[in-house]
């Protein structure tokens, strides 16, 4: 690719973290100093933020998926010139793919698999199953959705998709054979649904969205994966319904209450898959913002609308 | 689709499985009695098998991988007209996805995590790894690699793929990013190599392919998955860079000795995940054939060159 004239820098800290350097050069730009910047990527907190900015800069890049901090803070009315973008969106990608370890752990028949130590061949055959020709349902079609639905297309199995608007989900990766359907008809999705991923915004709205009567209409094989908030799962209905067999499992990254005290049925129950809200960890953040702030630099060497971008009336 | 002229016969049952309707009749051909019948589909055993076919029988297709029981029981030299394809490459998906399964599961830290009954969040962070940016070296580029490698590009591990001849692995879904290496030169890969897939199978020359040596070049976060044959990991080694921390993990659907007797090391190792061959089980069998009969008379409709063709004078 050939050098534009783009500067962009990189701040506070002197010393950037390389991958951030890496993912400017890689998207066009070359990193130099504030001063002389069309750009700055910043990784530090809103105190520490420029009081001036030269007027050169004309977008900033801020390291949070939730930037309330950096609006209270008054960063945006203090600097109403430069456009500024979130990180919205980057850290998805980590989420969908600890959905998907354990939406396959769990159809595959992992946790019992893994407590055997002997070889139970003919007793575990039957219920191995696979993702293939299975419909998943993934309620939430935002960050996390959107980056699971292509991870879901070579097993071969089939997505609906629920949003609000019941709008086609679209984006990179995501076939013309995504279904996609409103959420005030979820109902209607039950029947032809062999697993459920949970990926919402825990809303008044979606709070116990999956409750007893969601749970009794999905299949003794299905598995229920939640990756969003707890309060979206009616835990006490899930309990009863993992007791009962009438779902094959669930596979929790978070839960209601978190964090699950000792002692609560679902650490005991061999069909709940229980991980502590780690399915973004501290250590894959940094790489997941650098793919997103090359992305964004290559947006703007090319002239395109960046993701992300905030709404600094709204503050998000 | 319209429907062409083509009939296709399935048998011997006369109540042929559903699936396996749908499938001819999803590819534009229609199912009808043998007498009249362009194209056989045969569930049946060789000593079933028909013992003349109608001159209008084209193309057979058999329902195994291995047909070395048809060779012997003589079917193809009775039948000297029609081509034979077997089942190879059928049954990939399902141990592919397998793969992906066991890959994901150790990469997430998932046996600890499963083992846990209380909320170790702060704990586990550092243990949570991604395949994204990873590199995933897959020794065997058959039908299980080929199909393996798709599912990981979306999760954006970069793949090397390891064939004897070291050409250019393609197929539905590889993209040109894909580096094929060749076997003699395997050597070469482990410096850059964080996840190793084994999907080769079982000769004289892959005998203990990943021995002491080439487990001490991998990372201590690596994992290494076998779902091809036990010989092809020298199991004293494995156990060894297990116990010592050589590797992260190993995720084993098969083993050496096979089946893994009780109370051999492997079973207590807390980094070990034991499947015992059930990656594909006998119930994933028949959606997995009924997709190759799909495929099959889709290209025998449209005239294409047949997938799988069986050389009559080889047996295979």
Known sequence: MQESAITVAIGPDPNAPRLLEKAVVGAGARVGP????????????PADFPAELPASVRW???????????????????????????AAGAFAHS????????????????????????????????????????????????GIGRAL????????????????????????????????????????????TDHVVVAAPATAQTRHLIGADELARLKPSSWVVNVARGSLIDTDALVDALRRGLIGGAGLDVTDPEPLPD??????????????????????????????????????????????????????
Not at 61 to 85: M, R, S, Y
Not at 108 to 113: C, D, I, K, V
């Open 34 to 45: 504030l001063a002389d910047a069309d750009a700055l990527i910043w990784t530090g907190t």
């Open 149 to 192: 639905i292509p991870m879901l297309a070579p097993l071969g199995a089939h997505v609906i998709a629920v949003n609000r608007s019941g709008n086609r989900v679209t984006g990179p990766g995501i076939g013309a054979d995504v279904e996609t359907v409103p959420a005030d008809q979820l109902g209607r999705v039950w029947s032809h």
């Open 95 to 142: 989420v969908a793919e600890h959905a998907l370890m354990l939406l396959l752990a769990g159809v595959r028949y992992l946790p019992e698999q893994l407590r055997a130590t002997s070889w139970r061949q003919r007793e575990f055959f039957p219920h191995v199953g696979s993702l293939r020709g299975k419909t998943v349902t993934i309620v939430g079609a935002g």
């Open 263 to 316: 002692g609560h049925p679902l650490w005991d129950l061999p069909n709940a898959i229980i991980t502590p809200h780690d399915s973004n960890p501290p250590q894959l953040r940094l790489a997941a913002f650098a793919d997103h702030v090359g992305a964004n630099v290559a947006r703007f060497v090319a002239g395109e609308p960046l993701r992300a971008i905030v709404d600094p009336q709204r503050g998000y």
């Open 60 to 86: 900033v890049q801020l390291p949070a998926a939730g930037i309330e901090d950096f609006f209270d803070a008054g960063v945006f009315a203090a600097h109403p010139g430069p456009t500024f973008t979130s």
